[in-house]
Each structure stands twice: as structure tokens, then as C-alpha cells.
């Protein structure tokens, strides 16, 4: 079900929104709003940490480093947050790319990506915060 | 001057967005709306890095480091942008806290903070994304 | 070839650093210092623009969502950056969560994640900052 | 009291570490993996929550907004951290930046920029994180 909802804006603060969705490429200014709203809740669920959220863990590493692709298999295996898919690059002779979708409590998915980027051979690490999407039509 | 613009959300897209301005105290949509607009402008401006912005350096360091208050002082003199103020706090017996405030074009308030931050002493820095409000009514 | 170099700091600090190491569980100082190292290089990649990088765009999209499916597989297809592999989560009846990676100048792969995240029916899209790892040993 | 440690590293990676230093102005390593350990130790003050931290909150407002110099007043009265210091920038007829640079729990000092930068009139407002430098040595 759609709701319309209004705002009152000044002339000129509307007038550089518009220049701003131009520049992002927005359709309309309601696909904008719509955005900037989910965008903000998508960064509490991530805060209040109760409801499960996805996580995207990217991990760049060198796959000769002895060891190391037991290690990432044991400590995905042993992990709360349950892993969804993970997909595997190759780079180039030594460096693979290796993306973890995982699904959990935020803890539960920063505690994996802490355990997963802290590894000997794991160049480059990060967690992307993403989202069920469940509530956030 | 102002003008009135709406949105189109789905029902529970809008009553989480509701929910969200209750945490935080917001006292209405529009105000809300018009926070996160200002926030992306905001953002963008640093990026763009035309117009003038104001910057907040935040400096904590020991002043009995030999030579540093000497230094700091030099690399303000020193530098393209232009610098509004200074606030210095005394937190204790070998720590200050100083706010510099800072006007110019994002790259020369980079390099400002570049340059200070990493001077021996200071123990913590960082560079804060101001405005100057001109065009955010 | 492993090169060893040596730091000077202050005991405490080089106490807190080892509760950090512990609590993130790393195995050593050195991987530890390495990582920040790094991750710092990773970050002026991304700023200073020349060399290619790796991205992780990470898109929640509902697929019910009409002509969604074909807008963002046209624009895959039309950017300038190089699109190695996407994968797909279905993760329940509406909503799905894709992971595009791509290859390319960091302003090339920002100008796709752009159009990608901005699409209707995309409720949440983000682009996280990797590396081809080719310089970090 | 100063303490050496070493770290091994390949040396393609030590290079381009000092490309890094030269580039933000750094005068040795030393300095250079202090700042990034201290850095890591800031933020983690910070998600941890419990020691008190330095924050500095950036307010850009109107002041010709009726009520709000009242209201401001009246939150930065009430508030539990306390706060250290106020620092006012005239920077034209209308808009004016003001400091606040408080001290708390990350949690208190987060509910204080949260009351601040939601006001009617505020038009950009941010929190970054600082430190006591107590335990940075």
C-alpha cells in the first residue's frame, strides 16, 4: 500500500536536491527520498543489533600462503552467523578475491570478519553492511 | 521562500522512517527530510571540492613535546586556508585537545590537517566535514 | 624478500596495542602492523585514482520489481569498467541480494555503482573499496 | 619509557609504506605506525563504551531561527556528559558554527549530538570522535 507524504522545504534547498538527484541519476524525487530513508535505517539495524542483517565480507588474499584456505574453511565452518554463498575470483597467479555473504546477528557477522580478515596471508579485508531487505519496501 | 514537495512511499517504509525520527527526536518529517538532503549536499561538496567549505581539525597531543607548539604554530602561518579560530583545552597535566577551524577549498584543508596531524605529539587526529551553510537554507 | 624494520614507542602504548592484537586475534605484531599498513594503501588507491582497483558492489533489490532485471543488466553491459562476476542470493520471495565485482579506475567503478544503487526497486546498495592485491605483498 | 619492536614485512610492501609517509609528511616509521596504532585504539574507545571519550560536536545554524539559541542552551544544560567548552564562528548575516566539545561515555556524548543536530535551524551537524590521550603515550 502506498502512502504520499509531503515536505516543506525552502525554494533553494529544493532547487540543489534536484541538481543532486540530476548528478546521481534519480528518476524522480521520491525514489531519492526513498533512498536516503532506507539508508538510514539500513545503518541502525546494523547499530541496535538485534535483528539479523546481511553482511558482505571481502577478503583479498594470496592463496599460496600456506595453510590459509584450511584455516578460512575451519573458521567458516565454526562461525554463528550462517554463510549464505561465498565466490571466489582469481585474480591473477597469486591473488584471489573471495566474497562471503553471510547472514546473522551484526556481532555474530563482525565477529566472523574479524576472525576471517585478521588471518597471515589475508591482504585486504572489509565488511560491507547489507540488508534482508525485509522490512524496507 | 518556501515550497511544499511529496513522496510516495510504501506504508511500512513510512512508518519505519517514523519510528526513526521518534529515536532521534526529530519533531517532524519535513525537518528530517530536509536533514538528510543537507547531509548528502553537504557530502558532495567535499567531493566536488569547488566551492569553499569549513573544516574542523581536532588535535590531541602532550604540549611538553619539545618543539611541537613552535610547529604548529609555523604550519598555520603557513598554509592556503584560511584559519577562523583556535580552542584550546587543557584535559590535563599532559594533554590538550585544540579545534582549529578552517575555511578553504577541501584539498587545502586536507593538506592542512595532513600537515598537523601527522606532526610528532599529536596523538590523535582528525578532519571534520563543515559547511558554511551559505546555500543550505 | 622480507625486509625487518623497528619501531620505537612508548610501553604502555605498545601494551595497548598488544590487547588490541588479542582481542582481534592476531597471531603477531608483524601481521598486525602489516594489515595497517595496508589498509592504508588500500584507502589512497581509491583516493589517488590511477591504478585499477577491485569493487564490491553489493545491490537488495525486490525482482518483482517491473523491467528492474533488464535496466541492470544494460547498464553492466554498457559501463567502462570491467564486470568480473555477479552473484545472486535469493533470499526470500521478494528479495534478492547481488554482488557485482568489477575491475576499473576507482571514478569508473564509482560511476557504475551509482547507476546501479539508484535504480527503483534497489532498496539498498553499497560499494565497498578492494584491491587487485598486486602491490601488497 | 620507550620500547623497540620489529616487525617483518616483504620489502615491495616497506617501499611502498614510505611513498605513504613522504606523501602525508611523515619524518620516520616510527611516527608513522604510532599514528595507525593510535588511530585503531580511538576507535575502539569508542565501540567499546565504557572509558570516558573527547567528543566534538559541529553545529551549522541560523540563528535567526526563533527559539533555537534557548533550546540549544537548555539541551547542553540538561545533557550527562559534560561539557568542556563552546566556540562560536560569526560566518555571515544568518549562518553561524558552533563547537561543542564535550566529555563522556560514547553513548552520552552520542545522545547529546543526536539532541543537538536534530533541532529545527540546525542545518548540518556531526560528531567526530576524539580522546582523552590518556592512555596514548
Known sequence: MLERFSATLDAGLLERFDGLLDRHG???????????????????????????VMGVITLVYDHHQRNLLNRMTQIQHDCQASIISTTHVHMDHHNCLEIVIVKGKPSEVRALADRLTTLKGVKSGNLSAATTGRRLT
Chains 1, 2, 3, 4 share one sequence.
Do not use: C, M, T
Open 26 to 52: 534519480y528518476e524522480n524525487r521520491s525514489e531519492a527520498v526513498r533512498d536516503l530513508i532506507r539508508k538510514a535505517l539500513v545503518a541502525e539495524e546494523w547499530q541496535s543489533g538485534k535483528a539479523p
